[in-house]
């Protein structure tokens, strides 16, 4: 059984001190869409809010623990065999991001003043909760985080990223 958890991110990030120092705190914000894969069903893709707290100790190296909560479930249809009726049903599985945690580092690669080439190294704890006929079954999943992200920075303060 191979379990994939995936993050796609975009969001907007401000900056807690002022440009003439390397090192400072802050906070990201912004939507995600994590996908699930379980043998034998489709890939499951809920929509989350993220929330991120950050340090930045140099030009090349920060620290970040970010919360993620489900906005949006996804919904898959599947086919039921009854063995005592003989019958099959089509029933809706859905897939529901209760929260995932995260704590990393996050290596930097500057590029220029605008953008940012960067690794996500650590590890995180995600619950799911699949519901089906009206039960429901949580999961929790605890993992190693890899990932790779781009942010440019739009001003002072306020950066656009995307991560996989």
Not at 54 to 83: C, H, K, M, S, W
Not at 108 to 116: E, L, R, V, Y
Not at 137 to 143: K, L, Q
């Given at each position: 059984?191979?379990?994939?958890?995936?993050?796609?991110?975009?969001?907007?990030?401000?900056?807690?001190?002022?440009?003439a120092?390397?090192?400072?705190?802050?906070?990201?914000?912004?939507?995600s869409?994590?996908?699930?894969?379980?043998?034998?069903?489709?890939?499951?893709?809920?929509?989350?809010?993220?929330?991120?707290?950050?340090?930045?100790?140099?030009?090349?190296?920060?620290?970040?623990?970010?919360?993620?909560?489900?906005l949006?479930?996804?919904?898959?249809?599947?086919?039921?065999?009854?063995?005592?009726?003989?019958?099959y049903?089509?029933?809706?599985?859905?897939?529901?991001?209760?929260?995932?945690?995260?704590?990393?580092?996050?290596?930097?690669?500057?590029?220029?003043?605008?953008?940012?080439?960067?690794?996500?190294?650590?590890?995180?704890?995600?619950?799911?909760?699949?519901?089906?006929?009206?039960?429901?079954?949580?999961?929790?999943?605890?993992?190693?985080?890899?990932?790779?992200?781009?942010?440019?920075?739009?001003?002072?303060?306020?950066?656009?990223?995307?991560?996989?």
């Amino acid at each position: 059984m191979k379990k994939l958890l995936l993050t796609a991110c975009i969001s907007a990030a401000a900056a807690t001190a002022n440009a003439a120092t390397d090192s400072y705190n802050y906070v990201s914000g912004g939507l995600s869409l994590l996908d699930y894969s379980e043998s034998g069903f489709e890939d499951y893709s809920p929509k989350n809010l993220d929330l991120g707290f950050g340090r930045r100790f140099n030009e090349y190296l920060a620290g970040e623990i970010r919360f993620n909560v489900g906005l949006l479930d996804d919904e898959q249809n599947i086919t039921i065999y009854d063995p005592y009726s003989g019958y099959y049903y089509d029933e809706s599985l859905s897939l529901k991001v209760d929260y995932v945690t995260s704590i990393m580092l996050k290596p930097t690669a500057p590029i220029n003043d605008k953008f940012n080439l960067y690794a996500i190294l650590g590890y995180s704890k995600a619950k799911f909760t699949a519901e089906l006929l009206g039960f429901s079954d949580s999961m929790t999943y605890s993992d190693t985080t890899l990932g790779l992200g781009f942010n440019y920075s739009i001003d002072d303060g306020t950066d656009l990223k995307f991560e996989y």
